[in-house]
């Protein structure tokens, strides 16, 4: 069985989109079977994988409101992963599943039926609490928190740490935190390395090893649909990303 993971955080800009395209390529790179499910409403993950938003026959609202089964929606990249994209046509999904039973659930059902497809199943949650992002909390194995290390992320990640324990009550039991990735990184501040000691303090090794830093071609690669691998392999975005696929295949190895 795949392991399914919601990269979540309420804060925004901190590179979730960003993490969750890379991760996915780093991922199928090292031969891994994977599939990235795009559930903001923005549709930037689709669109950094390449796939054009704007004219999708099928996506994962269509997915939600029980119009389409999960292999009518999923896309396949040239990137070495499968996309079940999204676009702002997934905002209405809000509404429309208040009438709906089960609704928190929707997509952990809608994934029963492939997880065995799949070495690891990643959901771009938007950078909301709202029924998007409890449906990929309630879906998924555990949750990777990308966060930049200033003081203002301590206080959201408190905030985050506190919906999951919600979540594992009501919904989901098994939920766990699979890693906290610390992006947009710049050794050169004291007061990230300050909130460095404060996370191995609290979650000790649940913080990658793998640190994600500020990098040009990292921020150049969405606007040309592309991941960092097939944008510039060399940079050291593309190294830190392979790295942290790597960190994850180890923590999972039967995966």
Known sequence: MSRVIAITNQKGGVGKTTSAVNLAAGLGQAGKRVLLIDLDPQGNATMGCGVDKHGLGRSV????????????????TEHGFDLLPANRE????????????????????????????????????????????VNGLA?????????????????????????????????NPKIEIDGLLR?????????????????????????FNTVIPRNIRLAEAPSFGRPIFSYDKSSRGAQAYRELADELIARFPGK
């Open 61 to 76: 609202y269509h997915l939600l409101l029980g119009h389409a089964e999960l292999d009518d929606a999923r896309v396949k």
């Open 139 to 171: 879906a998924a194995d555990g949750v990777i928190i990308p966060m930049q290390c200033e003081y203002y992320a301590l206080e959201g990640l408190t905030d985050l740490v506190n919906t999951l324990r919600k979540v594992r009550v009501a919904l």
């Open 90 to 133: 997934l905002g209405g999904a809000e509404v429309e599943l208040i009438e709906v039973e089960r609704r928190e659930l929707r997509l952990r059902e809608a994934l029963v039926k492939v997880r065995r497809d799949y070495d690891f199943i990643l959901i771009d949650c938007p950078p909301a609490l709202n029924m998007l992002t």
């Open 183 to 207: 992006t947009l990184f710049d050794p050169r501040s004291t007061l990230a390395q300050q909130v460095v000691a404060q996370l191995g303090q609290h979650f000790g090794d649940k913080v």
